[in-house]
């Protein structure tokens, strides 16, 4: 479905803003077509040339490859006035963007970054809540690569925001995906809980803050849902939705050996993400609070429900 399909609000002064959006990924493209239907135009970065992504209208996809070099021109970018960056860290740990492209942006002299980190940089808190003034203490060397990275985007010397993102949910990516495939797992661990939040939300929040040139004061905001609660109370919710039967539970201390390293430090941390920056002073206002309505819109999405999801409301 076109994500467009329901977009109703353009920004103020949208055809000021040329937007680079850098990873034409999950978040890289959603994002761009919520720009699109708020009016504004850009470009999306694809490391594949050859693969065809389709764009909207007022926007053209640029190569950029950390691993070979591809890397758009000063002149392929004029205009550029705002950058977000979805591209994750290199295996080394370094930040592709600032090692390949740092130096055309400051050329270019973009009013607005926003870059898209991880709430992993919070570590461990035993289920604790963390807000943007938290103590960082990473456990994993990719939260700890994650970290370096931000800071690093800090120190770039441009007004940088860094949003703090936990696990990311929408159409196409969600535990109906993995209810109708076969591929859930009903895990319980005393006390565990997990933090979410819907792609709509976070381009909704990106283009938020963009648009206010006030909220730059803002230099780390976390993008998370208001609820923060056990992964088997969102599948359960799934599977009701789905009218489908629960896979059968597994307790985390007996198959926690068997998980992948990356998953089970996933289920090592428990944390509560605050998003009272987000939500209460800096004004935007979730399209999805909890994983209900994002998946009741995932589900109206992906079955092709006319004026489902997509854009607007939340921008
Ligand atoms: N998934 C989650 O739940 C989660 C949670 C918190 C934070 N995050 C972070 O949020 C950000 C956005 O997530 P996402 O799910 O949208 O990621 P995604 O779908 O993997 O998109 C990332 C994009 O970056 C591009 N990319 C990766 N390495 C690159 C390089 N070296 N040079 C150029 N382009 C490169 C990828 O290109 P290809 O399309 O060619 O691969 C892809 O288009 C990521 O930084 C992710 O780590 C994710």
């Not at 053209?60 to 950390?66: A, H, K, N, R, T």
């Not at 070099?69 to 004029?78: G, I, K, T, V, Y």
């Not at 998953?263 to 979730?286: D, P, T």
């Amino acid at each position: 479905m076109d994500p467009t399909a329901n977009s109703t609000s353009v920004l103020k002064r949208a055809e000021s803003v040329k937007l680079l959006v850098l990873g034409g990924g999950y978040c890289g493209q959603r994002l761009m077509h919520h720009a699109a239907a708020a009016g504004i135009n850009g470009w999306i970065s694809q490391r594949d040339p050859a693969a065809s992504l389709a764009v909207p209208a007022g926007w053209s996809v640029i190569g950029f490859d950390s691993e070979s070099d591809l890397r758009p021109s000063h002149r392929e970018l004029s205009g550029l006035t705002h950058v977000v960056s979805t591209i994750a860290p290199d295996p080394g740990g370094e930040d592709p963007v600032l090692k390949h492209l740092g130096g055309l942006l400051l050329e270019l002299k973009p009013a607005w970054l926003g870059y898209l980190s991880t709430t992993g940089v919070y570590g461990d808190t035993g289920g604790a809540w963390v807000d943007e003034t938290s103590a960082c203490q990473p456990a994993s060397g990719r939260s700890r690569a994650r970290l370096a990275c931000e800071l690093c985007w800090q120190a770039l010397g441009l007004p940088v925001q860094i949003f703090r993102l936990p696990a990311i949910y929408g159409p196409g990516r969600n535990v109906l995906e993995d209810l109708r495939n076969g591929r859930s797992r009903l895990l319980h661990k005393p006390g565990q809980v997990f933090c979410r939040v819907h792609v709509d939300d976070i381009c909704g929040a990106l283009l938020h803050c963009l648009q206010h040139p006030d909220h730059q004061q803002a230099r780390v905001v976390n993008v998370s849902d208001d609820e923060p609660c056990a992964s088997s109370e969102q599948l359960g919710y799934g599977a009701h939705l789905l009218g489908r039967s629960l896979p059968p539970l597994q307790r985390f201390a007996e198959v926690s050996a068997q998980m992948s390293p990356m998953a089970r430090s996933f289920w090592q941390e428990n944390r509560r993400v605050s998003n009272q920056l987000l939500c209460q002073q800096l004004g935007y206002q979730l399209r999805y609070p909890s994983y209900r309505e994002g998946l009741r819109a995932c589900l109206a999405e992906e079955s092709g429900q006319a004026g489902a999801a997509g854009p607007g409301s939340a921008t």
